[in-house]
């Protein structure tokens, strides 16, 4: 069939870029070429323009046959230059799209398909095995790297150069089916690892934009935050250092603190069965209260832990307290304390106990010690010594 000159220049103008008139007139080489290239990045677009009406007579068959000089074709400083081009580009796409290959394979033979593309436009082509080999070699000259293309892309094509040739007259040409299929699968070669790339790409910067506004949510709510973490570090909202700490027991509002703090009272040593110690319930009521700033150990108690962690230095503060001035209120209904109260123990307490509460609370009310309050010092004192034969006599009994 013949092939229309008006026709190609139609198909020029409105797929000049994809090849469509190359299609038309059975240059399936120079049409994959402007395909992967929009029409040799468009400069070759626009040179297409003075050579249709000779590609026309050639594909009619109507060109007078131009004088070959022989099998080698002349040597054309544009062909070479566009191998070189071509070369680098394919090199190029190479390295961003199929970043998962070793370089050392994936650029030479990207840049060696370039250049042979390139070769096989017309009625030109070379020999492939030749061309690849001087890409691989030169690539491995450069061990790989990005910037190796140009040189890489350069020996091919002077490799192309040197072996290229006429392609052989009277080759029959497919059906335009069987040249669409071939051509649609080298196109999707060619694009398919720069549209996973782009699809990646496209996805992060997806992701990025949905985390900006929670992004810009945290921020916004970062001053509230701040002070709702102020106000838990000063014990008035939320959690407590306790209950940082690991514990159990965290009241989230200043209610159930308070009930936290009765409950911690009653638990508190010295306090259950009616027996109780005023004071220690009181400190360890005021710590519950205050989430546990004071250091009392409030938790520990009410998880059954027995005496905090500041039983010890207690005692001292209880010898400097009348068993029953303010706040040391006795539980049995008597005026006086019982024997147990006035070391500032609980009932039921070991001798080991009594002996260390009866050594510290001598040191504190020995009358030497006390000659401003002497009277009052020599009572404790007296009272102490009773205690202490009373509670001791029948536990050394029991020891021995």
């Known amino acids: 069939m013949a092939k229309r000159l008006l026709v190609a220049y139609g198909l020029w103008a409105l797929g000049g870029p994809l090849g ?4 038309y007139l059975g240059r399936d080489s120079h049409a994959l070429l402007w395909m992967l290239t929009l ?9 297409d323009f003075w050579h249709l009406p000779g590609w026309v007579a050639a ?64 009625d030109q082509t070379a020999e492939a095995p ?4 001087a890409a ?16 890489t892309s350069l020996a091919a094509s002077i490799a192309a150069q040197r072996h290229r040739r006429y392609k052989p007259r009277g080759t029959p040409q497919l059906r335009l089916a069987a040249r669409l299929y071939h051509l649609g699968l080298a196109c999707l070669a060619f694009a398919t690892p720069l549209a996973c790339r782009g699809l990646c790409g496209a996805a992060g910067v997806l992701g990025t934009l949905l985390a900006l506004p929670r992004t810009a949510a945290e921020l916004l709510l970062l001053p509230l935050r701040t002070g709702r973490l102020l106000a838990e570090v000063l014990g008035f909202a939320g959690s407590s250092p306790v209950g940082e700490r690991g514990t159990s027991f965290e009241p989230r509002s200043w209610a159930e603190r308070q009930q936290r703090a009765y409950k911690v009272q009653d638990a508190a040593p010295g306090t259950r069965g009616g027996g109780g110690d005023a004071a220690v319930g009181g400190m360890l009521r005021w710590d519950a209260l205050l989430g546990g700033s004071m250091g009392f150990g409030w938790s520990h108690v009410l998880g059954g832990g027995g005496k905090p962690p500041f039983w010890g230095p207690l005692q001292l503060l209880r010898a400097h307290a009348a068993p029953w001035g303010p706040g040391r209120v006795p539980t049995t209904g008597s005026s006086h304390p019982s024997r ?34 002497a009277e009052e010092a020599e009572r404790r004192f007296i009272e102490l010594q009773e205690a202490y034969e009373e509670l001791a006599g029948p536990r050394r009994a029991a020891a021995g």
């Open 340 to 373: 147990p109260q006035v070391l500032g123990l609980p009932s039921g307490s070991s001798a080991e106990d009594v002996h260390r509460s009866y050594r510290e609370l001598v040191k504190v009310w020995h009358p030497d010690h006390n000659r401003h309050r």
């Open 20 to 23: 469509l008139h190359h299609i």
């Open 136 to 151: 691989f070699l030169a690539s491995l000259l450069f061990q790989g790297r990005v910037l190796a293309v140009l040189p």
């Open 130 to 133: 030749s061309i690849l080999a």
């Open 59 to 122: 594909a009619n068959g109507t060109r007078a046959p131009g004088d070959r000089g022989g099998t080698t074709p002349a040597l054309s400083p544009l062909r070479l230059a566009g191998q070189v081009t071509v070369g680098m580009y394919f090199g190029l796409v190479a390295a961003l799209g199929l970043p998962w290959v070793p370089p050392l394979l994936a650029q030479p033979l990207a840049v060696g398909l370039g250049v042979q593309l390139v070769s096989s436009v017309g």
């Open 39 to 47: 029409g040799g990045f468009g400069g070759g677009w626009l040179w």
